[in-house]
């Protein structure tokens, strides 16, 4: 079992920049994919981006692609999500997750188990 805290959620003005941390619990964070979610007030949750297990492969979802950078430091047991550019449709509660550890790659949210308590981000305009 893993357990997530994110961190470093904030306001800041469109065009700027944050970068969300995720530190996980437990000696086997390398095991686990990881991902980063989204959801919007009114909104389904949405994936955002994964990365493997050693941070070889990363993969993002169309409306942050160029703009964010997902990475994952295993000595640290922490994920990464920087995000540049930022725009008013951005704002949400982001939330990092980890699927089951024999899972080798997935966007879809139903097969993430483990789930932070979110971070918020609101960007202004």
């Known amino acids: 079992q893993v357990q997530l805290v994110e961190s470093g959620g904030g306001l800041v003005q469109a065009g700027g920049s944050l970068r969300l941390s995720c530190a996980a619990s437990?000696?086997?964070?390398?095991?686990?994919?990881m991902g980063w979610f989204r959801q919007a007030p009114g909104k389904e949750r949405e994936f955002v981006s994964t990365?493997?297990?050693?941070?070889?492969?990363?993969y993002y979802a169309d409306s942050v692609k160029g703009r964010f950078v997902i990475s994952r430091d295993n000595a640290k047991n922490t994920v990464y999500l920087q995000m540049n550019s930022l725009k008013p449709e951005d704002t949400a509660v982001y939330y990092c997750?980890?699927?089951?550890?024999?899972?080798?790659?997935?966007?879809?949210?139903?097969?993430?188990?483990?789930w932070g308590q979110g971070t918020q981000v609101t960007v202004s305009s």
């Open positions: 437990g000696r086997t964070f390398s095991t686990y994919v």
């Open positions: 990365i493997s297990r050693s941070g070889g492969s990363t």
């Open positions: 997750a980890a699927p089951n550890p024999t899972t080798t790659w997935t966007t879809r949210s139903s097969e993430y188990i483990y």
